[in-house]
């Protein structure tokens, strides 16, 4: 594996777990945590450039979902916080 390739996927690998870590519930966390260690360990032996790039571009995907995940359950934390009336069960007053 070239030099640019190797740190490019340890950075890969940072990003991904430093993401996950910020998962708010424990089994999404440690679960996330667990799959990207294990498929980096699994093909950490790869030395076709080509399969490599396809890893590369495979783990860039899952970074973006792990991202729009982690944002999504932060901002359904917060709607969940009860600061809307209607999470309060109270009846809406306003009509159309």
Do not use: H
Request: charged share 30%.
């Amino acid at each position: 594996m070239a030099a640019s390739s190797r740190a490019q996927v340890l950075d890969l690998y940072r990003a991904m777990l430093r993401e996950s870590k910020r998962f708010s519930a424990y089994n999404y966390r440690t679960y996330a945590v667990r799959r990207i260690r294990d498929g980096f360990r699994e093909n950490k032996n790869v030395k076709d450039p080509v399969e490599i790039q396809t890893l590369v571009n495979k783990a860039k995907r899952d970074l973006g979902i792990i991202r729009r995940q982690v944002a999504e359950q932060s901002t359904a934390a917060g709607r969940k916080s009860g600061s809307s009336s209607r999470s309060l069960g109270k009846p809406c007053t306003t009509w159309p």
